[in-house]
């Protein structure tokens, strides 16, 4: 291997290209994940805060703060694919989600923070089940557009498993604590 090719493996490292051949090539990719990740984050967002609305006052900042982190999400996707296992991107994924989330949630009680550990279970069991379902989709739908609406939508459906449970226990125990307080309970 010459200098020269030494030289340009260590730029595409250093960029986190590794896989792709050159800068357009990253930015195409990175760019189309960004999109996707954002759709597909808003749509799960808008999802759970129509849930959420009707069980806990001024949550309204949820899906602001959860379609961004979905978009930075897809904007880094492709550097953390090659910089950590790919096993444990949709934990890591699940992991800033719930932390950003639970700021959401933090003054509608103290288990909060309990939520960032759901929001990773939930994102690294329900991604990796939803992708071997995608196998058995594949065969089935052949277009490539309807065929990563149906993964996205597997995903959501398959994490909300996982995260649903999670989330209905910590807002029980805040409500809970509301009551034992005397506190009125939240004006829907």
Not at 101 to 126: D, E, K, N, Y
């Amino acid at each position: 291997m010459g200098d020269g090719e030494c030289l340009g493996r260590q730029h595409r490292l250093r960029f986190g290209l590794l896989g792709a051949n050159t800068m357009p090539d990253f930015v195409g990719r990175t760019g189309l994940d960004t999109v996707r990740f954002g759709f597909f984050g808003s749509l799960v967002s808008v999802a759970q805060w129509l849930v959420l609305r009707t069980r806990i006052a001024k949550v309204g900042w949820w899906v602001l703060v959860s379609s961004l982190v979905w978009i930075g999400i897809g904007a880094l996707a492709y550097t953390l694919e090659q910089t950590i296992p790919f096993a444990f991107c949709p934990a890591v994924a699940g992991g800033v989600l719930g932390i950003c989330q639970s700021l959401v949630l933090r003054r509608h009680g103290r288990w909060s923070g309990f939520w960032v550990v759901g929001s990773t279970v939930g994102w690294a069991l329900g991604w990796p089940v939803a992708g071997a379902l995608d196998r058995v989709v594949a065969v089935l739908v052949t277009d490539e557009i309807l065929g990563f609406t149906v993964l996205y939508a597997m995903i959501a459906a398959v994490s909300g498993v996982f995260t649903g449970p999670a989330l209905a226990l910590l807002l029980g125990y805040s409500q809970r604590e509301r009551l034992q307080r005397g506190e009125r309970a939240a004006s829907y």
